[in-house]
């Protein structure tokens, strides 16, 4: 059977040997960007959830930067982690920036998003998540760190999602694979977007309630700062 991280190094792998990798290069440990992650983020861009969406969390990876742009251009809220989950996220709102590339770009949220906490998220309505490999069923893989799982899990918690929020990716076609082993902390999408096309997941997909606390172990929460203060004060460490 093959294990997540032979299906990572196996793309990485492939991007890199056929130049479908794009800047920053090599893609391996990275959500690899890829040529044509634009158009993807097009495809992305036209489907019903999007469009009818207000508040959109998207990753702060380089694929999806293009996404970034093309969201807040239409006026709508970003959301955007800050890296490896140390506890804030960048929130930009509709008329409050001028130049949505600018807005785009994880150098500039620094300096043009307002930097708020958990508690002042407001209800997010569609999530973007970047993989490093999905199948057409609606599994999917990051690099590996568990983030996009553990935020999921906390902002199911607090009531920021529901447990069915629409979930999305863009990807190459290359990194569309037949299997993808599955573990109950993982969170599936509703919808892949390459540049060719946009695949619908038909059918029920498997989500967690929230946090597995069992699967934490205290190395992983000491080096999640959102995650371990989240447990604090939630007094979850007294359950681990």
Do not use: C
Not at 12 to 36: D, L, Q, S
Not at 66 to 78: A, N, Q, S, V
Not at 132 to 144: E, F, L, N, Y
Not at 184 to 206: E, Q
């Amino acid at each position: 059977m093959t294990s997540k991280e032979e299906i990572r190094q196996k793309i990485w792998e492939i991007m890199e040997r056929n130049n479908i990798a794009a800047f920053p290069r090599p893609v391996y440990g990275r959500i690899p960007n890829f040529k044509g992650a634009k158009q993807a983020a097009t495809n992305l861009m036209g489907q019903k959830e999007l469009i009818n969406a207000s508040v959109i969390k998207v990753n702060p990876d380089s694929p999806q930067r293009p996404l970034r742009e093309m969201i807040l251009r239409k006026g709508k809220t970003l959301v955007v982690p800050t890296p490896r989950l140390k506890g804030e996220f960048y929130l930009i709102e509709p008329g409050k920036i001028n130049d949505p590339k600018l807005g785009s770009t994880i150098s500039s949220l620094e300096t043009v998003g307002e930097r708020i906490t958990l508690e002042l998220l407001p209800k997010i309505d569609v999530i973007v998540m970047g993989s490093v490999a999905v199948t057409t069923s609606g599994d999917r893989i990051g690099k590996g760190e568990g983030y996009s799982e553990l935020e999921y899990a906390i902002l199911l918690e607090t009531g920021i999602i529901k447990k069915d929020v629409p979930i999305f990716t863009t990807v190459h076609e290359i990194q569309i694979v037949d299997y993808i082993p599955v573990e109950p902390f993982d969170v599936t999408v509703d919808g892949i977007s390459t540049p060719l096309r946009t695949i619908r997941v038909n059918g029920n997909k498997a989500r967690p309630n929230g946090l597995l606390l069992n699967y934490l172990t205290p190395e992983k929460i000491e080096r999640t700062p959102f995650l371990r203060d989240y447990l604090e004060k939630t007094r979850h460490l007294s359950r681990l």
